[in-house]
C-alpha cells in the first residue's frame, strides 16, 4: 500500500490550501484517516482523523478552520485549510489505519504560511 500526498506549499496568512492523499488501493469499510503535522524539535501533532463511522476529530489549534474528507471512489483523503496562521507551518503527514493490521502513513507535504 502507499500513500501520496500533495498539495503543500507557501501560502500568506489568512489564505487557504488542500492537501490531497491518494491511495494506491481501497480504503475499505473500515477505516481511520488521519493528517498529522510535525515541526522541527515538535512532537507530531494530530489535526484531524476521521472514521468510516463519520467521526470525527480535530486539533484544538484547527477547529473550524480545517476539515477532513474522503472520497472513497478517489481512494483519496483530503485536509482543507482554511484562514491558514504562520504558526500552521509545519510538515503534514496523511495516515491509514485499517483494522488489525499495520499503519500506512504518506510522505510529509510541507506547508509553509507567511505573516
Known amino acids: 500500500v502507499q500513500l501520496q500526498a500533495s498539495g503543500g506549499g507557501l501560502v500568506q496568512a489568512g489564505g487557504s490550501l488542500r492537501l490531497s492523499c491518494a491511495a494506491s488501493r481501497s480504503f475499505g469499510s473500515l477505516y481511520i484517516l488521519g493528517w498529522y503535522r510535525q515541526t522541527p524539535g515538535m512532537q507530531r501533532e494530530l489535526v484531524a482523523q476521521?472514521?468510516?463511522?463519520?467521526?470525527?476529530i480535530y486539533g484544538d489549534s484547527v477547529e473550524g478552520r480545517f476539515t477532513i474528507s474522503i472520497d472513497a471512489a478517489e481512494n483519496t483523503m483530503y485536509l482543507q485549510m482554511n484562514s491558514l496562521k504562520p504558526e500552521d507551518t509545519a510538515i503534514y503527514s496523511c495516515v491509514w489505519r485499517p483494522p488489525g493490521t499495520v499503519d500506512y502513513w504518506g510522505p510529509g507535504t510541507l506547508v509553509t504560511v507567511s505573516s
Open positions: 476521521m472514521t468510516s463511522k463519520g467521526t470525527t
